[in-house]
């Protein structure tokens, strides 16, 4: 069935394009001095609409195509055929791997104080709460990206150079974030460029270990948002200081290094009958 979601030079073009234009846009108006409330409500809705483009794409081109109607259809709640400790990996992986980065971070002189649950996300957002944006993001994008994108690559490539190529664009995706103020991806650029290829790199070991769970249980794309959600309240529960994160990407990147290694056929083969 993957060799029918047969369009990713489409799909990702828009994807791209899209939001760019959308996002642009919202970082002129978050720069503007004494911008009018009604701008800066301007500026949030331009940015879920950026968010929630890629969504409609996927959706119109699966419901153009009857066999991916059906296809989704089966793997919205796909929860057969597989092991459930992949969802649980899913829900605590990140989480685990925060804990102990910040236990890590400790022991070379950080502050205790890392776990302290502050209740305020490090970033803020034009009309919408930071915590509607780290809930909304994560399922909406997932909703595109493995509903129709993953596979779409998959058909092409091996799933190493899928995550790899999905890695890259993602990065490009997210660089209009950079320059809306007071935004997440904004405020890592202010905190030094370590922490900003931290989160570069991050994003490549986020995407192996993501695609790594989407395929073990079967294209159950619920799970990578699951996984998504995980990550962003993760790095947002405690006062996490920047280094800590550095060390959580470590960490992770074991973690997928040996993903690798004991997968190596579901990754560097490129017979997609390897999968529903």
Known sequence: MIEKYNKPVLFYSLSLVIPWILWFTAAYLSRLTNASNALLNLQGILGIAGLLSPTFIATYLIAKNRNLRT???????????YSFAYVLLAIFLIFICMVLAQLISVLFGYSIHQFYISGHPSFTSALFSPWFILAFAPIVEELAWHSYGTD???QKFNLFSTS???GLYWTIWHLPLSFIKGYYHSNLVAEGWIYSLNFVFSLFVFVILMNWLYYKTNRNFIVPILFHLSANFSNELFATHPMSKVIQTGLLLIVAIYVLIKNRKIFFKKDICLYP
Request: no cysteine; proline share 0%.
């Open 71 to 81: 296809d989704l259809k089966s793997r919205i709640f796909n929860f057969k055929g």
């Open 152 to 154: 779409a690559l998959r």
């Open 164 to 166: 790899m190529i999905f």
